[in-house]
């Protein structure tokens, strides 16, 4: 035999496993917020909401107290509209931002620049781009999301 206990609707006693309550006959059922796992998946819900907007505001802070500080960030997305030719200006217009000048080289009338840009994604994340006498020739990127 089950635990006993009374019938919502007539006050009957009557086994916890009946589907329906021998006396007057209402269904046996344990009403939805009463259920454990409801709350389990609503505080897994709640915890993991929380979570991943702390994580966001941590890397944010985490950015704002890195050297780069005005820094814009470049992700996946705009790494890959970025395309040979074009001028840093362009570049800079699909980033968001200007970027770090990592490296400088002027070599016979070749005046060569990399430009590095903080990456959207872990950490280290990032992309440069290399431009031969304004026009962009290569990019790289490392961990971008
Ligand atoms: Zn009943």
Redesign the pocket.
């Known amino acids: 035999m089950g635990k006993l206990f009374n019938?919502k609707?007539?006050g009957?006693e009557?086994a916890k496993s009946a589907k329906t309550?021998p006396?007057?006959g209402?269904k046996n059922k344990t009403p939805f917020y009463k259920k454990w796992w409801v709350w389990v998946i609503t505080v897994v819900v709640v915890v993991v909401a929380a979570t991943s907007g702390n994580t966001g505001s941590e890397n944010n802070s985490g950015n704002t107290s890195a050297p780069q500080k005005n820094s814009p960030k470049i992700s996946m997305e705009e790494f890959e509209k970025i395309k040979t030719g074009m001028s840093y200006e362009e570049v800079v217009s699909i980033i968001g931002g200007e970027g770090e000048l990592t490296s400088q080289v002027d070599i016979a009338g070749y005046d060569t620049k990399m430009y590095t840009w903080q990456g959207e994604g872990g950490l280290g994340a990032n992309a440069n781009a290399t431009f031969q006498n304004g026009a962009l020739t290569s990019k790289a990127q490392l961990g971008l999301k």
Do not use: D
């Open positions: 019938c609707a007539c009957n009557m309550c006396n007057c209402a």
